[in-house]
Antibody, heavy 121, light 108 residues
């Protein structure tokens, strides 16, 4: 079964850094664009970042641009999110998701189970 | 504008039909996709493109679009459909993605 598993979340102080990982299995990772999406406690979904299948293009939400970096290692079937200069408002569950393509249209499928990042002193 | 607007809450009687809407200028150019999220769980794709359902999604879920509005319809709502529903599309650049604020569906 197509699967994504995130790791790397935890409690971190404001201004510090954290790197999240997302391990992919049972699909051709190197053919898929990938995303990070976050959800603050009790809030809705917020798109964070996109990386193309080959890593050639990356896009970020304005709220994280300049602080977060999305990357991938296709040889390891793994997606990353490097988060620097963390703020309290970055506290959220972070999900990775594959951009699923079929019949000329797209959706996020599957999603990982999420990893919680808490920014607090 | 890159915003997508959803009603915060909608309710439906068991077995009846409910429509959840999503409004935004970008929907005139890009399809929406729809996600179901139950408490404590990751979102699940239920509709993408014009009206496509991933494998395993019941056919009571359907999608449509007109102008700046996309809709998710559940025909014959079941108790297990009670969840938060989010629409997603692209912004005007086509590169960024944007989610609606979500609609909490209650099945009475």
């Amino acid at each position: 079964q197509v699967q994504l598993v995130e790791s790397g979340g935890g409690v971190v102080q404001p201004g510090r850094s954290l790197r999240l990982s997302c391990a992919a299995s049972k699909f051709t990772f190197s053919n898929s664009a990938m995303h990070w999406v976050r959800q603050a406690p009790g809030k809705g979904l917020e798109w964070v970042a996109l990386i193309w299948y080959d890593g050639s293009n990356k896009y970020y939400a304005d709220s994280v641009k300049g602080r977060f970096t999305i990357s991938r290692d296709n040889s390891k079937n793994t997606l990353y999110l490097q988060m620097n200069s963390l703020r309290a408002e970055d506290t959220a569950v972070y999900y990775c998701a594959r951009e699923y393509y079929n019949s000329g249209t797209y959706g996020f499928d599957p999603w990982g189970q999420g990893t919680l990042v808490t920014v607090s002193s | 504008s890159s915003e997508l607007t959803q009603d915060p809450a909608v309710s439906v009687a068991l077995g009846q039909t409910v429509r959840i809407t999503c409004q935004g200028d970008s929907l005139r150019s890009y399809y929406a996709s729809w996600y179901q999220q139950k408490p404590g769980q990751a979102p699940v794709l239920v509709i993408y493109g014009k009206n496509n359902r991933p494998s395993g999604i019941p056919d009571r879920f359907s999608g449509s679009s007109s102008g700046n509005t996309a809709s998710l319809t559940i025909t014959g709502a079941q108790a297990e459909d009670e969840a938060d529903y989010y629409c997603k599309s692209r912004d005007s650049s086509g590169n960024h993605r944007v989610f609606g604020g979500g609609t909490k569906l209650t099945v009475l």
